[in-house]
């Protein structure tokens, strides 16, 4: 990754995206992307996560840099597409983008660390396989990321108010769905091609008859009568 720019637009414009704008939802896109470019900023990242609630596999985040006209027709909320759209949109970002880069962290560290550390763990990871460096960071949620030497900027809901949050959201979601269906083919009578390691009904009723897995989160009540589970075999 390239060292940043000595631009670092630390000035926060908070008078440009004013935080009822922000969480009204009534615009479309905020304009937290094209006010940092008039800042000087060119590299604007936007950081997303998916896996925090499920009760097996990874946390994943992705970081993307997007172009500047980035057409955003089809961008949304990664939880507002169909997995058909989620699969275009994904296709589309990857091959427009600046760059882009994911992180993941596995059942084993989230149960050491808690899911907060591990989805800022996975969000720095994604950063850092950046082929070039953000000068702004824009983060889903309600909390900066932690231990990172760059400006940055939490937006809650900020997947669905700032376009390349959304994408991050989408190449996040889509690589995490992916992995799931790969564990599917090893364990699968879990049906994680179907659940994603989400708590659904099916999910428990599998881990009641079949047990847990070493993918499962071992510190998440994996069912609501909590009890110490042997590995499935």
């Known amino acids: 990754m390239r060292q940043p720019q000595k631009v670092w637009c630390t000035d926060v414009f908070v008078a440009h995206c004013p935080a009822n704008q922000l969480l009204s939802g009534m ?4 304009n937290w992307e094209s006010q940092l ?28 840099i997007l172009p500047t006209g980035f057409d955003a027709r089809g961008i949304n909320d990664s939880k507002q597409l169909t997995a058909r759209q989620r699969d275009e949109q994904f296709g589309r970002i990857v091959r427009q983008c ?12 989230i149960d050491r660390i808690n899911i907060l550390q591990a989805s800022f763990e996975a969000m720095r990871q994604a950063i850092a396989q950046l082929d070039e460096a953000p000068d702004f960071v824009l983060v889903d949620g309600n909390k900066e990321i932690p231990g990172l030497s760059l400006p940055q900027q939490a937006i809650i809901g900020g997947d669905g108010k700032v376009v390349v949050i959304a994408c991050a959201s989408i190449i996040a979601k ?60």
């Not at 600046?98 to 560290?109: D, H, I, K, L, T």
């Not at 079949?210 to 499935?232: C, M, N, V, W």
Request: hydrophobic share 30%.
């Open 27 to 30: 615009r479309r896109w905020s």
């Open 37 to 64: 470019r008039k800042r000087g900023c060119v590299n604007i990242c936007g950081v997303d996560e998916a896996g925090r609630g499920p009760l097996a596999g990874p946390v994943v985040a992705a970081a993307v």
């Open 98 to 109: 600046c760059s882009y880069g994911v992180g993941a962290v596995f059942p084993e560290e």
């Open 174 to 233: 889509v690589t995490r769905d992916r992995m799931m269906c790969e564990y599917h083919a090893q364990y699968p009578q879990y049906g994680f091609d179907r659940h994603k390691g989400y708590p659904t009904p099916e999910h428990r009723r599998m881990i009641e008859r079949y047990g847990a897995l070493d993918i499962h989160r071992k510190s998440f009540t994996l069912l609501p009568e909590q009890r110490e589970f042997d590995l499935a075999k």
